[in-house]
C-alpha cells in the first residue's frame, strides 16, 4: 500500500468525527466520508509531497457537505418517517451525561454554519488556526472571530437551555 494511502487512511476517525459534527447525521456522516475517501482517492495524485493531508482531506469533505447543502436547499428538506415517529412519541433518557450531550448537540445545531465548523474543527479536531483557516479558505484572524463568537454563543445557548429562538441573534449576523 501507497504512503498517500496510508497517510489518508489514518485520517479517516477525524473525517468521521468532522462529517458527524457537520451532518448531525451518522449515516449521512458516514456517506460524506465514503464521498471523501472515494474523491481523495481518485484523485490522490493531485495532493502535494510536503503539504497538510489532514488539511487536504477536510477541505475535500468541507467541499461535499457544501454542495449536500446547496443540492438540499434546492430541492427542500426530507424527513425520514421513522424519525418522526421516534421525535413525536420518545422521552429522554436518565443520564445525566446523556442530556449534557443532547444539550450540547442542540446547541451545536443552532450555531450558524461557519461558526459550528470552526469550533468542530479547532475544538473537536485539534486544528490549528491556520490548518483551520486553510480548510476553510478564509484568513486566521476570520477564524479566530469565529471561533470567539462560537463559543460565546455555545456558553451562552448552554446556560439558557439551548432553548434560543429560531430568529435570536445568535444566529449568523454578517
Same mark, same amino acid.
Given at each position: 500500500?501507497?504512503?498517500? %494511502?496510508? /497517510?489518508? =487512511?489514518?485520517? !479517516?476517525?477525524?473525517?468521521? @468525527? ?6 448531525? &447525521?451518522?449515516? *449521512? ?32 469533505? %468541507?467541499? /461535499?457537505? =457544501?454542495?449536500? !447543502?446547496?443540492?438540499?436547499? @434546492? ?6 418517517? &421513522?424519525?418522526? *415517529? ?34 468542530? /474543527? ?53
Amino acid at each position: 500500500m501507497s504512503a498517500k %494511502r496510508q /497517510l489518508i =487512511i489514518a485520517e !479517516i476517525p477525524r473525517l468521521r @468525527r468532522f462529517a458527524r459534527g457537520l451532518a448531525r &447525521d451518522p449515516v *449521512l456522516a458516514d456517506d460524506l466520508v465514503q464521498d471523501c475517501l472515494e474523491r481523495a482517492l481518485q484523485r490522490v495524485h493531485l495532493w502535494q509531497s510536503g503539504t497538510n493531508m489532514r488539511a487536504w482531506l477536510f477541505t475535500i469533505l %468541507r467541499n /461535499l457537505y =457544501i454542495n449536500q !447543502i446547496r443540492k438540499q436547499t @434546492r430541492r427542500g428538506v426530507e424527513t425520514p418517517y &421513522d424519525e418522526m *415517529l421516534d421525535s413525536a412519541g420518545s422521552t429522554g433518557p436518565n443520564q445525566e451525561q446523556s442530556l449534557a450531550v443532547r444539550d450540547m448537540k442542540q446547541a451545536l445545531a443552532q450555531l450558524p454554519e461557519d461558526q459550528r465548523e470552526t469550533l468542530l /474543527l479547532v475544538g473537536l479536531e485539534g486544528m490549528s488556526y491556520k490548518e483551520t483557516a486553510e480548510i476553510q479558505g478564509v484568513p486566521v484572524g476570520t477564524v479566530m472571530s469565529r471561533l470567539s463568537r462560537g463559543r460565546q454563543a455555545l456558553r451562552h445557548l448552554m446556560e439558557a437551555g439551548t432553548t434560543a429562538p429560531k430568529n435570536s441573534r445568535l444566529r449568523r449576523v454578517k
